[in-house]
């Protein structure tokens, strides 16, 4: 997100766009919020809601974010009919940020090195790539049963040796955001193919 700064001030600039049947970008609103609690958002939330009142549009049918709680509850308060679908991008980001350090750490560990600080410019372990690898299947499975069953078979294959990085997958994003981040149930909803909130960022 945005940041707006003066001297003594620092305001969150929530962006909102659109995106059309021909993949166009338009900007709906901007707001300068005092915060980014809850209530901050509801606030920003109501007066787009009435915005579109007042023009007679139909409200959004899918709302894309990150995750931020606070948002994704203001998203549910103020247009509780819209499907409200998570930034898989910033989900990648995490899980990276998360996972690869262990990767790095248990290499540098078997190949008998003392310092576990990472040097400038080091390839990525070996076993990461795969690792991430089933992370993006298991975002891509095209129905539930398929879905559960690449669950399974990461389980399967990295519980053993990664068990706290399986936990975190499991307990941060598929247990609570699933639907909100694998094709299966994302598809169910028209979105165009905006999966990531790159646009409104960019």
Known sequence: DCTYKTNKYQM???????????????????????????????WA??????????????????????????????IDIVFPSAHSLLCLWHA???????CLPVFKLQE?????????TPGKGEANPAGWAEFYNFW???????T???FNSR???????????????VAYIKRTWLQPYKE??????VDQHMHFGNAVTSRVEG
């Open 144 to 146: 539930e049963a398929i």
């Open 151 to 165: 669950v399974a078979d990461f389980e399967a294959k990295y519980l053993l040796n990664h068990a706290d990085e």
């Open 180 to 185: 909100k981040l694998v094709k299966a149930w």
């Open 45 to 74: 939330l109501e007066r787009l809601r009435c915005l579109y009142e007042s023009c007679g549009a139909k409200l959004p049918s899918v709302v894309l974010s990150d995750r931020c709680i606070a948002c994704i509850n203001a």
């Open 92 to 98: 990648n980001r995490a899980v990276l940020a998360h």
């Open 12 to 42: 969150p600039l929530l962006d909102m766009v659109g995106v059309d049947a021909c993949q166009r970008s338009f900007c709906i609103a901007f707001a300068f919020l005092s915060g980014e609690r809850e209530e901050d958002y509801v």
């Open 136 to 142: 993006h299947s298991i975002m891509q499975s095209p």
């Open 108 to 116: 540098r560990l078997a190949a008998g090195m003392v310092s576990n």
